[in-house]
């Protein structure tokens, strides 16, 4: 099917107010779209259907899915489309900027008094978007960061999201299984490597023994990577890819998901402090934001899963924006201020021509 036409038919599903997921798998060429055929508000526990999930944050062993069998499923190449690459820069909100900093402040305080090490910080931004046009935000998307997991994800009762994720939560195909350990940010700057400073390894650190200390019941085989540079878009970060053999029996797909979500990069360490610490003081909903998102068939243990990252909920002709960062000690409120205005930039350029 031509991208057109493509786009066509999930927009005119999208009208009738039905379920559909469409998605681009890293670096891939093609987007697949799957549209529910009725507006029931699937869910699954075992993750053994083909389907693709959508689970929060706040999971609890319970993800909404769009089954592949019953849906009409859609795929297309994506061309190499007129995209408008646009920036924008918004006005600044003393009130929300001088709000963030405090939590943030908050947070270095209790990394000092008390037994929490890493705490993920995050908020929302609004942005209106009065010229929502699907065929464009598709566009956008996919021509965006084309290294990312990108997708656009509709369900009455969760409304419209859509994201370009560089993070994978695991993918396996049976019998090895891989993930990675992604934390610590930086501007891409074009021909200039980064350099690491000690904060920003302990803190990538502190994700990869978590990952795999909570694997090792699970795998039977577990390599590491050594950290290097992982490019995302306008943004670089710290990665460890790690690799391993399932162990039989154990090693299902809902249990593989409970153990690495949500891993420190998202939430922080030890997890449940700092779980605690976020639902109580983050003072507002993550809802999906930092929740996992993809492709499973939990009967041949297949799975390709990403953590929703760089993405934002559309609601009307209003675009919430969600972005977050780790704080350790040594974290400063300004720049982590800094840090969170520039992950905006991926879905600024993708709502951009709308503005
Ligand atoms: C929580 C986010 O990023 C995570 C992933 C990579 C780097 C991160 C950091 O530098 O803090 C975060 O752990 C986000 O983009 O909203």
Redesign the pocket.
């Known amino acids: 099917m031509i991208l057109p036409q493509f786009i066509l038919s999930v927009e005119k599903h999208w009208q009738k107010n039905l379920p559909f997921v469409l998605f681009s798998q890293p670096n891939d060429n093609r987007v697949t779209a799957y549209l529910q055929q009725d507006a029931v508000a699937y869910s699954t526990k075992d993750f053994s259907e083909e389907s693709f999930v959508f689970a929060p944050f706040d999971y609890k062993e319970e993800a909404l899915c769009i089954l592949k069998d019953t849906a009409t499923v859609l795929e297309s190449n994506i061309a190499v489309q007129f995209t408008t690459q646009k920036t924008i820069t918004l006005n600044s909100d003393p009130v929300e900027e001088q709000r963030y900093k405090d939590f943030i402040q908050n947070i270095i305080d209790s990394i000092s008094t008390k037994s929490v090490v890493k705490v ?1 910080a ?1 908020r929302r931004k609004a942005v209106s978007i009065p010229n929502i046009n699907f065929e464009l935000l598709v566009n956008e998307l996919l021509n965006t960061n084309l290294s990312a997991f990108r997708y656009i994800w509709y369900h009455p009762n969760t409304g419209l999201w859509c994201g370009a994720t560089p ?1 994978v939560l695991f993918s396996c195909d049976g019998i090895s299984f891989s993930t990675m350990a ?4 930086q501007k891409n700057i074009e021909n200039k490597t980064p350099v690491w400073s000690y904060k920003e390894q302990f ?1 990538q650190q502190l ?1 990869t023994d978590s990952i795999v200390t909570n694997l090792q019941r699970l795998t039977s085989v577990l390599k590491t990577s050594r950290p290097k540079s992982h490019v995302a878009g306008s943004l670089v ?1 710290l990665k460890t890819d790690i690799q391993g053999v399932l162990k039989n029996g154990r090693s299902t797909i809902p249990n593989i998901a409970s153990v690495l979500h949500p891993t420190p ?2 939430c922080g360490s030890p997890t449940k402090l700092a779980k605690s610490i976020l639902l109580k003081n983050e003072g507002y909903d993550r809802e999906y ?2 929740g996992f998102l993809g492709t499973v068939n939990g009967k041949k243990k297949l799975a390709s899963l990403f953590v929703n ?2 993405c934002m909920k559309i609601q009307d002709t209003t675009a919430y924006i ?5 704080i350790i000690q040594g974290s400063e409120p300004e720049a982590e201020w800094e ?1 969170t205005e520039n ?1 905006m930039a991926t879905m600024l350029s993708v709502i951009a021509p709308m503005v």
Do not use: D, Q
């Open positions: 993920v995050s993070e992604l934390a610590a940010t803190e994700v970060h990069a998202v934001y930092t990252l760089r969600y972005v977050g960062g780790g840090e992950k």
